[in-house]
């Protein structure tokens, strides 16, 4: 079973709809990150948080919110989708410390008609 | 402010060897990711440097100079499947990681 798993892998909605991606760990991390990734852009941040307390914004939270629900489990929401918003998601986690490697899920294509 | 530059896009032939230079401004530095990521794909890790100096793993080994704000990852024996995205990536503070938009490998036999 991998490690990082991310639900769903695809998901076409229209503008106005409240979307839910979720991201499930079994690594025993407690970093989790949220990442979207634009052609020509890459990665950008969106949430962090260090543990089930912790949340941060990241470099493009407007239009986003998150919920850490346990150590394994991190759930990105759109409160209301924008076609700006189709992009490639990807949840990551680290251990924690000073510097850590993040490993990534396989990411959700998310399309916004 | 943040500024990551690497080429866009590279090719190479089999069994050559190909070098991916990344230059970067950041605040708070604390070391340098290399990830790979093939289309549609999660990028995975490659190597991380925080002092300067070569590291090897492998076919493939990552060069830092944080005085020039300079990095560069060196794939050996290139082969197909090294053919991928390589995600320039330092790190500000102690822990967000700061993408680059990445270079695109394309290997030819």
């Known amino acids: 079973d991998a490690d990082v798993t991310q639900t769903p892998r695809n998901r076409i909605t229209k503008t106005g709809k409240r979307i839910m991606l979720e991201c499930s760990q079994t690594?025993?991390?407690?970093?989790m990150y949220w990442y979207r990734q634009d052609p020509g852009l890459g990665l950008r941040l969106i949430y962090y948080s260090f543990d089930v307390k912790d949340i941060n914004k990241g470099e493009i939270s407007d239009g986003y919110s998150v919920s850490r629900q346990a150590q394994a489990k991190f759930s990105l929401s759109l409160e209301s989708a924008i076609p700006n918003q189709t992009a490639l998601y990807f949840c990551?986690?680290?251990?924690?410390?000073?510097?850590?490697?993040?490993?990534f899920g396989p990411g959700t294509r998310l399309t916004v008609l | 402010g943040q500024n990551i530059d690497q080429p866009t896009e590279m090719t190479a032939t089999e069994g050559a060897i190909v070098q991916i230079n990344c230059t970067y401004q950041t605040s708070g530095f604390n070391g340098l990711f290399w990830y790979q990521q093939h289309a549609g794909e999660a990028p995975t890790f490659l190597s991380y440097n925080v002092l300067d100096g070569l590291e090897e793993k492998g076919r493939f080994s990552s060069f830092l100079s944080r005085s020039k704000g300079y990095s560069y990852l060196l794939l050996k024996e290139l082969q197909m499947k090294d053919s991928a995205s390589y995600l320039c990536?330092?790190?500000?503070?102690?822990?967000?990681?700061?993408f680059g938009t990445g270079t695109r490998l394309q290997v030819f036999p």
């Open positions: 990551a986690t680290a251990f924690g410390g000073r510097t850590d490697t993040q490993y």
């Open positions: 990536a330092p790190v500000e503070g102690t822990d967000k990681l700061i």
């Open positions: 690594k025993g991390h407690d970093r």
